[in-house]
């Protein structure tokens, strides 16, 4: 497993951006395949973006396409979330989570029981 850490959430206009960070401790990071979710307030939490273990291979769901990229740097052990062009509805608390497999390509947004490790959460607020 992995331990892992969320920070750069904050409140922001609409239209503006935010590069959320996902700091991991623990051997596997650079194995695992990563997802960002969210949750709203009153919302059922949903995975936003994936990427595979290498950082080759990823998906966005279609609420987020074209304005969030999903990266990483395993050199570093983070994962990144650059969200751009923000709008109110994507105000939530961001999380990201690590698979429980290791060198998978599997890009899959959920299910939730995918994944093993998750962070503790960063509050993005979006203003109208």
């Known amino acids: 497993q992995v331990q892992l850490v969320e920070s750069g959430g904050g409140l922001v206009q609409a239209g503006g951006s935010l590069r959320l960070s996902c700091a991991a401790s623990g051997r596997t990071f650079s194995v695992r395949g990563m997802g960002w979710f969210r949750q709203a307030p009153g919302k059922e939490r949903e995975c936003v973006a994936a990427?595979?273990?290498?950082?080759?291979?990823?998906n966005y769901a279609h609420s987020v396409k074209e304005r969030f990229t999903i990266s990483r740097d395993n050199a570093k052990n983070t994962l990144y979330l650059q969200m751009n062009s923000l709008k109110p509805e994507d105000t939530a608390v961001y999380f990201c989570?690590?698979?429980?497999?290791?060198?998978?390509?599997?890009?899959?947004?959920?299910?939730?029981?995918?994944?093993?490790?998750w962070g503790q959460g960063t509050q993005v607020t979006v203003s109208s």
């Open positions: 989570a690590a698979r429980r497999g290791l060198y998978g390509s599997y890009v899959a947004l959920g299910p939730e029981s995918d994944f093993g490790s």
């Open positions: 990427i595979s273990w290498s950082g080759d291979i990823t």
